[in-house]
């Protein structure tokens, strides 16, 4: 089965810092990765998927910008953040059989 | 297109009795369906899925889910409501024709009164 890891779990940064969030997947091989926002009280918004190695998808248009250097490893980035960059940020793959998404315990981001 | 909609952002139920959560979806060609749960301060985990076949489907913690082609809904029950079911419950469609993308809900929170 797929296990899901990110890093860190909680951060506090001033505005005008950069961001880096890593989501590293175990047990399976050439996944489908996501990144998906949770701001606070709201739904869930789907910010960038991948399909392989170098290949990132861009759903919202915004101050950050997602990298997969390698196969099993998902990294979420910011030249600079602003305050509505704060929120729940989770990684999720794809699963195998059913199409189903599989989430990893997400980092709580809180730009202040 | 797919679209999801789930009647009621917040849903309040005494410990014991029958949790009911609305869900109904859009879309063009045959669904998976998903239902989601998550605890504060974690990650979604799957309750239960539809693909094909049975329309009734099972899933952890008792949960169960109902797929009605007919009036495109995918409700999520629970006989009997425990303390520890409060939560946010994410209800999710993807059509089997696409891999890339699953629709969420804009969620449900679930509260239970002792």
């Known amino acids: 089965s797929q296990t899901i890891h990110q890093w860190p779990a909680t951060l506090v940064q001033p505005v005008g810092s950069p961001l880096s969030l890593e989501c590293t997947v175990e047990g399976t091989s050439n996944p489908n990765l996501y990144w998906y926002r949770q701001a606070a009280g709201r739904g869930l918004q789907l910010l960038f998927y991948s399909v392989g190695i170098g290949q990132i998808s861009s759903e919202v248009p915004q101050n950050l910008s997602a990298s997969r250097p390698q196969d099993r490893q998902f990294i979420l980035s910011s030249k600079k953040l602003l305050l509505s960059d704060s929120g729940f940020y989770l990684c999720a793959v794809l699963g195998t059989q059913s199409y189903e998404q599989y989430f990893g315990p997400g980092t709580r981001l809180t730009v202040t | 297109a797919q679209s999801v909609t789930q009647l009621g952002s917040h849903v309040s139920v005494s410990e014991g009795a029958l949790v009911l959560l609305r869900c109904n979806y859009s879309s063009s060609v045959p669904p998976y369906l998903f239902w989601y749960v998550q605890y504060p301060n974690q990650g979604l985990q799957l309750l239960l899925k539809y693909t094909t076949g049975a329309t009734l489907v099972k899933g952890i913690n008792g949960f169960e889910a109902e797929f009605k082609k007919s009036e495109t809904s995918f409700h999520l029950t629970k006989p009997s409501a425990h303390m520890s079911d409060a939560a946010e419950y994410f209800c999710?469609?993807?059509?089997?024709?696409?891999?890339?993308?699953?629709?969420f809900g804009s969620g449900t929170r679930l509260s239970i009164r002792p």
């Open positions: 999710a469609v993807t059509p089997y024709s696409s891999a890339s993308k699953i629709i």
